[in-house]
């Protein structure tokens, strides 16, 4: 009896911090869109062209918001699927995730640092890109450390045994995106602040480059 008291308090322990944690991605995932205001036709004719005008000013907003959205939506699933493997929790885990969640809360703000710099006559600077490709590596060293940690024999949150290419994959899908930014970025830096950018669009490449074995799929 006291042990399945002790497994039900473990359980209630970790439902707490998955859904502490859900609860943070949903608010910064909101806060993306608050950010951006309705137009003002102030000081303008009172016309459908000067709205469209107005709106048309806001696209650089616009893809930050979807660029940020689908990103915090990429690492709520992934912290879907590794707490999905957690029995237990202890002080690092604790720790580990509010790092990632510390990185999460940072994203609307960040997201509109880069928004408002990242129309043409901006193209040059490489602060707002900075700050929002350090605010992503954060993230995805959170995600690392998390998958380094529960992979680890002998932690004391998570029993299963994970094969070696399973453990490898999920390390290296962690870290695509901080080598992308930072890659992105020094491009920008050394190269040409245009093009550097366009390096993002290889993203999904570097995804399909990471094999699993149809038979870890089961885990």
């Known amino acids: 009896m006291h042990d399945l008291l002790t497994e039900e308090r473990k359980r209630f322990q970790v439902d707490r911090l998955i859904l502490f944690s859900d609860a943070v991605f949903a ?4 806060l993306l869109i608050i950010e951006i205001h309705p137009p003002s036709l102030d000081g303008l004719p009172k016309t459908d062209a000067s709205f469209a005008a107005r709106m048309s000013d806001l696209r650089p907003q616009f893809i930050g918001f979807f660029m940020s959205f689908a990103l915090i939506g990429l690492y709520w699933s992934k912290h879907h699927s590794v707490f999905g493997y957690i029995t237990d929790y202890s002080p690092k885990l604790i720790f ?12 609307p703000f960040s997201t509109q640092v880069y928004s408002t710099y990242v129309s043409p006559e901006y193209v040059q600077l490489l602060g707002p890109f900075l700050i929002y490709s350090l605010n992503i590596t954060l993230c995805g060293l959170a995600n690392f450390l998390i998958w380094v940690y529960i992979t680890r024999p002998g932690n004391p949150v998570c029993k299963q045994v994970f094969p070696k290419r399973f453990v490898r994959n999920a390390k290296l899908r962690a870290l695509i995106l ?23 669009f290889l993203i999904p490449a570097y995804f399909r480059l990471i094999k699993d074995d149809p038979k870890e799929k089961k885990l």
């Not at 608010?27 to 909101?30: D, G, N, R």
């Not at 580990?96 to 994203?107: E, K, P, Q, R, T």
């Not at 930014?181 to 245009?194: G, P, R, Y």
């Open 27 to 30: 608010i910064a995932i909101t």
């Open 96 to 107: 580990l995730n509010l790092v990632l969640l510390v990185a999460i809360v940072l994203m």
């Open 178 to 200: 901080p080598f992308a930014f930072m890659s992105s970025l020094f491009v920008c830096w050394a190269f040409n602040a245009v093009w550097g950018r366009y390096l993002l």
